[in-house]
């Protein structure tokens, strides 16, 4: 209906639907909401020029939103080929965004958004923000001139960080990046009030299953692992942990669960959860051991983790019974309940608070007015952490929905704690 189609979208006259679901999202992400107001006389993106690759929901659409009434022109595809919101990447298109984004993306596809992302007529793009670091090493590899003109990256996820260390230490990055995932305010509540609201959800969504009573596996004690056993200690379950580091160990000990081998009690658990980034942590001889009925599910970043791999064989019969819902069947006529295929169970079997979503959202538009606006010199090509004093405001901008109020130090107070009455308030190292 437009004379000039600048995007790819699976339907755009599904627009009114998805600027529906923006307009809800709103409601719950008042922080990146205040930093819109805030900063919109400003202007600190002006003339930026944003390559956006991220998941594309009614969330993400609040950022967009946001980096354009801050100056920003954007170009935005999916970091990911299931995750697209189609209604919400539509009325990104109406309102005149270049979005290249659609639910069920082939390969080919996906990187081809990507390239109309990066490649633009007319248009030279100066910042990246990536979410899994497609979009950074598309560009470094395809366009190398265009990518030296980059001013900076902003990262979100695991995985695209390590790449940025990588090419940071065989001196290929050449250009400032964010690491915005290992961010205090970004671990501290995504990973862990996130994940443990959004488990619960997960699994009654999928499952419908009542916690109270069930004994249940948690594989790792990090921020995933402690918000998700809160969650479920609550709900009633009797919640066994497994670590390999002793501190993490003891943290579980003292706060009250048993720390345990997972060959010690799978044969008697009802739910196996995986939330340590590694591999291989329920293998097919966990499996094999485990009751009638147990549901396996993953909270980590990788989706090897479970050894799913392990289950395809001609042995053993899959039954899908719900969408992200598997039976893996053995010959005894045994069942397990395989959950989204041992990927992230909770971005595949529920939502994500829209109120974590601001904080993140925040944190990295944050990061990309610093890197855009910071002086010459003031960053090498290196991968950075967010200031304190970055992390503290993402959270001031939050606290008002909690009308929560701050003490402020007196000035002899300041001074005792040697500290300024503006913050930071605590030194790097700390660990909150
Ligand atoms: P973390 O490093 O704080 O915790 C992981 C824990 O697993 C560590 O304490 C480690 O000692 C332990 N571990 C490693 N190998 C183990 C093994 N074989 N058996 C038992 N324990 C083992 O990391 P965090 O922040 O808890 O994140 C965990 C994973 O969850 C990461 O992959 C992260 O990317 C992902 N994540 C998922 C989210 C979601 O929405 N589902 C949100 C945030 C992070």
Same mark, same amino acid.
């Given at each position: 209906t437009k004379g000039f189609n600048d995007f790819c979208v699976?339907?755009? =006259? %599904?627009?009114?639907?998805?600027r529906r679901e923006i307009e809800i999202a709103e409601q719950e992400m008042p922080g990146i909401m205040a930093l819109r107001k805030r900063a919109s006389d400003d202007k600190p993106l002006k003339n930026a020029k944003i390559v956006g690759c991220t998941h594309i929901n009614a969330q993400t659409a609040i950022l967009i939103e946001t980096l354009a009434h801050l100056g920003a022109s954007i170009r935005w595809a999916a970091c990911n080929i299931y995750s697209t919101q189609n209604e919400v990447a539509a009325a990104l298109?109406? $309102?005149g965004f270049s979005i290249f984004a659609w639910r069920g993306e082939t390969e080919e596809d996906f990187w081809w958004c990507i390239d109309k992302c990066v490649n633009a007529e007319n248009w030279q793009p100066n910042m990246i923000l990536?979410?899994?670091?497609?979009? +950074? =090493?598309?560009?470094?590899? /395809? #366009?190398?001139?265009?990518? /030296?003109?980059? &001013?900076?990256?902003?990262?979100? $996820?695991? +995985?695209?960080?390590h790449r940025l260390y990588q090419l940071s230490k !065989?001196?290929?990055? $050449?250009?400032?990046?964010?690491?915005?995932?290992? $961010? *205090?305010? /970004? @671990? &501290?509540?995504?990973?862990?009030y996130s994940c443990k609201e959004s488990i619960i959800d997960s699994l009654k969504r999928s499952t419908d299953i009542m916690f109270g009573g069930k004994q249940v596996a948690l594989c790792g004690y990090g921020e995933v692992g402690k918000g998700c056993s809160q969650a479920l200690k609550a709900l009633g379950c009797i919640v066994y942990v497994t670590e390999i580091d002793?501190?993490?160990?003891? %943290?579980? !000990?003292?706060?009250?669960?048993?720390? *345990? &081998?997972?060959?010690?009690? *799978?044969?008697?658990?009802d739910i196996v959860i995986t939330t340590t980034g590694n591999k291989s942590v329920v293998t097919r001889e966990h499996m094999e051991k485990m009751k009638n009925g147990c549901i396996v599910c993953n909270m980590g970043h990788s989706n090897t983790?479970?050894?799913? /791999?392990?289950?395809? @064989?001609?042995?053993l019969t899959w039954e899908k019974v719900r969408s992200q819902v598997d039976h893996i069947v053995f010959p005894d006529g045994k069942r397990i309940i395989l959950l989204a295929e041992g990927r992230l169970v909770n971005l595949s079997c529920s939502s994500v608070p829209s109120f974590i979503a601001s904080i993140t959202a925040a944190t990295q538009a944050l990061a990309l007015i610093e890197l855009y606006n910071a002086q010459p010199g003031r960053y090498k090509c290196d991968v950075y952490l967010l200031s304190r004093k970055m992390d503290e405001y993402v959270a001031i901008l939050h606290l008002p929905t909690f009308d929560a109020h701050l003490t402020e130090l007196s000035d002899e107070q300041a001074k005792y704690m040697g500290l300024s009455k503006a913050?930071?308030? &605590?030194?790097? #190292? #700390?660990? #909150?």
């Open positions: 699976r339907n755009i =006259h %599904q627009h009114a639907f998805g298109a109406e $309102s990536d979410d899994g670091g497609d979009a +950074t =090493h598309l560009m470094l590899k /395809k #366009y190398p001139a265009m990518f /030296k003109m980059i &001013k900076g990256i902003v990262e979100e $996820s695991v +995985t695209g960080v !065989s001196g290929k990055l $050449s250009v400032p990046a964010m690491n915005v995932h290992d $961010s *205090v305010i /970004k @671990t &501290k509540f995504d990973n862990l002793p501190i993490c160990a003891l %943290q579980a !000990s003292v706060d009250g669960f048993r720390v *345990v &081998k997972l060959n010690e009690i *799978v044969r008697n658990v983790e479970i050894d799913v /791999k392990d289950l395809r @064989t001609p042995d913050g930071p308030f &605590k030194p790097n #190292y #700390y660990r #909150y």
